[in-house]
């Protein structure tokens, strides 16, 4: 009988970890994009996120209610590598340049800011200057870096010197 209560004791943190994971995996399923309103504002800077070109992003954080929606991918990357944020992070999302028009990207083509390709150092514009440019596929990113120049990089590559870098001059660095 012992043994048996031994058994039941080392396994009942088992059961209780994974209904913890299984009730982070639901909340995680619902977090998703949802619509940039016409007032809405970044979370970072203020500004109304529609009046300006370029890829937006979005993400959901631990203790966090809903989703923060930023004018800029260079925006939410800001807020995503404060070390007081990083580890918060739940999902993020960005739009797939390949399929929206940089103008004005449309609602239905966010994907997972994680599994995302961005072009750093490139000449368009973003809501307020530099910006990092998002796409699904590398080829694609690639495919735009060749035509605006920058350089690919993944999610993780993506730190604060980068962000700094990008602001710089080209062919300077911090």
Not at 23 to 47: F, N, P, R
Not at 90 to 95: D, E, G, I, L, R
Not at 119 to 126: E, I, L
Request: charged share 20%; net charge negative.
């Amino acid at each position: 009988m012992k043994a048996l209560f031994r058994i039941i004791l080392l396994l009942l943190p088992l059961g209780v970890l994974s209904g913890c994971g299984e009730e982070e995996d639901k909340i995680t399923m619902v977090q998703q994009a949802v619509a940039i309103e016409s007032s809405d504002e970044c979370h970072l800077c203020g500004m109304i996120i529609t009046n300006y070109p370029g890829p937006k992003g979005q993400l959901y954080s631990r203790g966090k209610q809903g989703n923060m929606k930023f004018c800029s991918t260079r925006d939410m990357f800001a807020f995503i590598v404060d070390p007081e944020n990083q580890h918060n992070i739940q999902q993020a999302f960005v739009h797939d340049m390949a399929v929206t028009p940089w103008g004005h990207p449309e609602e239905e083509t966010y994907i997972d800011a994680k599994q995302a390709f961005y072009v750093v150092g490139h000449g368009k514009k973003g809501a307020m200057g530099p910006t990092l440019a998002s796409f699904s596929k590398k080829e694609d990113a690639a495919a735009f870096a060749k035509v605006e120049g920058g350089q690919v990089v993944t999610f993780d590559q993506i730190t604060l010197q980068v962000l700094i870098d990008m602001n710089q001059p080209l062919g300077h660095s911090g």
